[in-house]
């Protein structure tokens, strides 16, 4: 599978590593992404791995071909985490099978959750009714018994318990310890002790059943309604999954160009699965099928929803001719349509790429968690220890009547005693220590810790992807609410892209040039124009069309990025370009032309110079409009407290030009910038000395991906419109796939509400943890007589968990803020 990121890598290093993709099972807390990362890590030939608890996926960076993929999913696999690799369309590698298929898992999970559902309210409501019923003084024989509740207890640890001890004990004895491996201590150390009080009643001591009982009551609701949220935050990122074709109608192509299939026929039609069409292939789609690859429309018309692509609900025309996305839905024709682009190549492809690798690269601000989660189950183990040798050697003897009052409390509460029959419990300080260090070690939760930032991700991207909005991955999140510099490309990304010619005006030259008129000069540039697909090329082109003239034909075309066009027509070298361009050439430009350039560049007109030989033959002004929505989006970007600056390659005059339709100031414009020195120019600002000392600027830039590539690359966020095609994808952050320009302002307000989400998540997370564990420790017992029994530990816990999911899926809300 492909991974598409921006690497700091130079091409050498970049070329000898690779990255695979692996699916990871029975991970079930922070603690085990942590060891996942460290088994990872450790084996000889891999630099680097990002695991994913909400979406059970590791991204491997290893060296290119030293390590093989199965063997490191055996490594995996044996350290008690089913693993295995997976290959390019998302299925899972090797005819033996450890990870089943996903759809079948997903119903098999779903299952489980019910059954768990159901197990934990019937362990719930037993043990609720059992309380309720004692505290009122109506005794349910039943009920009271304390061989039932043992029994109950028994088999709750034998059934819906049995997983959580078997993955506890594995993890520790892999020594990775885990949430379960908190729980299962916890409630076989409340087991043990209460049947040692039913075994040996000499003692004195309660038997509390229904503490492991309501525990796993409590820990099953927990994680089956914590299932069910992070399904539905997954919910969207399936529906673009959903969204790829699994067939196509196979026809064959024509012999020749007049000889054209018939789009309706099923004559000759074969159905083949979408990933085994090739390029170059024809393909049949009818009304109401999605189309199965990107292609070219070869015959037939029809109307096509993008609005998976696009977002926008329009349906669009489609004629031969024009190019088709897979994915896309055919609505009103039959067409027949000739593969571009198959497989793993296809936009949607590589939007469902994208959107994976975002959900798995973390934000840095999850560093902090991760590096907690590593040592917070033997850390919570120490605390437990800690909490029992204080209470049974120091706490009870110094507060002895709070710690007196607080058995007699749970002597009275309790559904039975050792004797059979309701009485005081007899007062042990074991008994009470033991407690709060069982209460210690299930209140704690890394599970939360682990979920904070992937589920918040998850949401936020493929919200994002529902809405043409691509961003790469977490740690883009945190540079985007870091920003506080924006530039715009002008061309194509500010302007529309679709130029005009205005003008064209011949030089009033010698007698030699006296041929030269508008519609001849309008000619030769064309002729030069037609071996370049520049936008002012395309105005220039476009024109000649317009006015119905003959172009003549021109060879040895040669073009310099950002500077001019150069093409030999009827055996004479034609330049077309800027200024400085001609001039480097050594072409002298006369005062007049300078002046008319300079009045035209002021109405804020692109001037391209057009030179025959060694003279300037005459210049032509071209004006591209301003997009619609771009005023309002640099306006709304200077409401969020963002500097918004204009980068061009045009000259001074035109760029101000522009700037002044945009409310831009003059400071905020660098003009006369090649695509070759864009890089630097951002660069320049990203550090750039003010009163002597460096201020470092985050800089986000816009542009069409193409030229402006560099840029994008150098910019600490790159945000690129999907019109400028694969290098768009490749090299920015961020892509926008509606030629939408106020996403940029959408792209922001998104990823600063998930990283606020991840904060938000972050800080609960924490919070938990840190009132939690006290309270069970016993902090308030010796002033308030206050505290947190196992029980109601295992509640908040599960609670935790929940609520961090629940608060990542309220991102869904999230809302475009004009």
């Not at 004990?169 to 949430?179: I, Y």
């Not at 998104?750 to 939690?772: D, E, H, V």
Request: net charge neutral; hydrophobic share 45%; charged share 15%.
């Amino acid at each position: 599978m492909q991974i598409v990121s921006k690497t700091n890598l130079s091409p050498e290093a970049a070329s000898t590593t690779e990255k695979i993709t692996l699916d990871v099972t029975g991970m079930k807390c922070a603690g085990c992404v942590r060891a996942v990362e460290r088994h990872l890590t450790q084996y000889p030939g891999v630099k680097s791995a990002c695991v994913n608890l909400a979406t059970e996926v590791a991204v491997v960076e290893l060296e290119a071909g030293a390590v093989d993929a199965d063997a490191l999913a055996k490594k995996l696999t044996a350290a008690g985490f089913p693993t295995q690799p997976r290959k390019l369309g998302g299925k899972v590698a090797g005819e033996t099978q450890l990870i089943q298929d996903p759809v079948q898992r997903q119903r098999q999970e779903m299952q489980a959750v019910k059954r768990q559902f159901l197990i934990a309210v019937v362990l719930l409501v037993l043990s609720f009714v059992g309380h309720v019923a004692n505290i009122s003084g109506h005794v349910i024989p039943v009920l009271h018994n304390i061989w039932f509740h043992c029994g109950l207890a028994t088999v709750a640890l034998l059934v819906p318990g049995r997983p959580i001890l078997v993955d506890g004990w594995v993890g520790l004895r892999h020594n990775a310890p885990n949430m379960n491996t908190l729980v299962g201590l916890g409630t076989l150390t409340a087991y043990t002790a209460s049947l040692v009080a039913l075994l040996f009643p000499q003692l004195g001591w309660e038997c509390f059943f229904d503490e492991p009982v309501m525990m796993l009551g409590f820990i099953l609701l927990g994680r089956t309604l914590e299932k069910q949220a992070r399904i539905r935050a997954a919910a969207a990122f399936k529906e673009l999954l959903a969204l790829q074709p699994q067939l196509a109608r196979l026809i064959a192509k024509p012999k020749t160009t007049e000889a054209t299939p018939s789009v309706s026929s099923s004559a000759g039609v074969v159905e083949i699965p979408a990933e085994l069409v090739r390029v170059g292939e024809w393909l049949q789609v009818l009304p109401g099928e999605k189309i199965p690859v990107d292609g070219e429309v070869r015959e037939g018309q029809t109307t096509v929803d993008e609005s998976m692509l696009t977002g926008e609900a329009v349906p669009v025309t489609k004629q031969p001719g024009d190019l088709v996305t897979a994915g896309t839905l055919n609505q009103s024709g039959a067409i027949a349509v000739q593969a571009t682009r198959v497989g793993s190549d296809t936009t949607l492809a590589q939007i469902v790429a994208l959107v994976e690798a975002a959900q798995t690269r973390k934000a840095p601000v999850q560093k902090l968690a991760d590096i907690v989660a590593g040592y917070f189950t033997y850390g919570v183990l120490t605390a437990s220890l800690l909490t029992f040798v204080f209470w049974y050697f120091f706490g009870t003897h110094i507060w002895h009547h709070a710690v007196m009052a607080y058995a007699m409390q749970i002597s009275h509460h309790s559904l039975f005693s050792t004797s059979h029959t309701p009485h005081l419990t007899i007062y042990t300080p074991l008994l009470v220590s033991l407690k709060l260090a069982i209460a210690v070690m299930v209140v704690a939760c890394p599970c939360a810790l682990g979920l904070a930032t992937p589920t918040a991700i998850l949401v936020g991207t493929a919200i994002g992807a529902e809405r043409g909005l691509l961003i790469k991955g977490g740690d883009i999140l945190e540079k985007v609410h870091q920003l506080n510099t924006v530039v715009f490309d002008k061309t194509g990304t500010l302007t529309t892209g679709r130029a005009v010619v205005t003008d064209c005006l011949p030089c009033q030259a010698e007698e030699e040039n006296a041929f030269r008129t508008p519609v001849a000069l309008l000619q030769l540039a064309a002729a030069v124009e037609s071996g370049t697909i520049h936008p002012l090329a395309t105005a220039i082109q476009q024109e000649a069309q317009q006015q119905e003239l003959s172009i003549p034909d021109a060879a040895d075309f040669h073009t310099e990025p950002g500077l001019g066009v150069s093409a030999v027509v009827e055996s004479t070298l034609v330049l077309l370009g800027n200024c400085d361009w001609l001039q480097w050439h050594g072409i002298s430009i006369s005062e007049t032309a300078q002046k008319q350039s300079q009045e035209l560049a002021a109405d804020g007109k692109t001037i391209v110079f057009v030179a025959v030989g060694d003279t300037v033959a005459g210049l032509i002004a071209v004006q591209d409009t301003l997009r619609p929505d771009a005023k309002a989006t640099i306006e709304k970007l200077r409401q969020m407290g963002l500097r918004v600056m204009l980068l061009s390659g045009d000259t001074q005059d035109a760029a101000s030009a522009t700037a002044k339709q945009l409310g831009l100031n003059t400071g905020d414009v660098m003009a006369g910038v090649p695509p070759v020195k864009k890089a630097a120019a951002i660069q320049e600002l990203q550090a750039r000395l003010t009163k002597g000392r460096t201020q470092h600027s985050i800089v986000a830039m816009v542009g069409d991906g193409i030229n402006d590539a560099p840029a994008l690359s150098q910019a600490d966020v790159g945000i690129a419109l999907h019109s400028g095609t694969d290098v768009a994808m490749e090299t920015a952050e961020i892509v926008l796939m509606r030629d939408n320009l106020s996403d940029v302002v959408a792209s922001i307000q998104l990823s600063r509400a998930t990283l606020s989400k991840i904060r938000q998540n972050l800080f609960w997370a924490f919070a938990y943890n840190t009132l939690g564990i006290p309270l069970a420790a016993g902090v308030l017992l010796p002033s308030f007589g206050f505290v947190l029994n196992p029980s109601g530990a295992a509640a908040l816990m599960a609670f935790s968990s929940v609520s961090v999911v629940t608060n990542s899926l309220l991102l869904r809300r999230f809302a475009y803020r004009s």
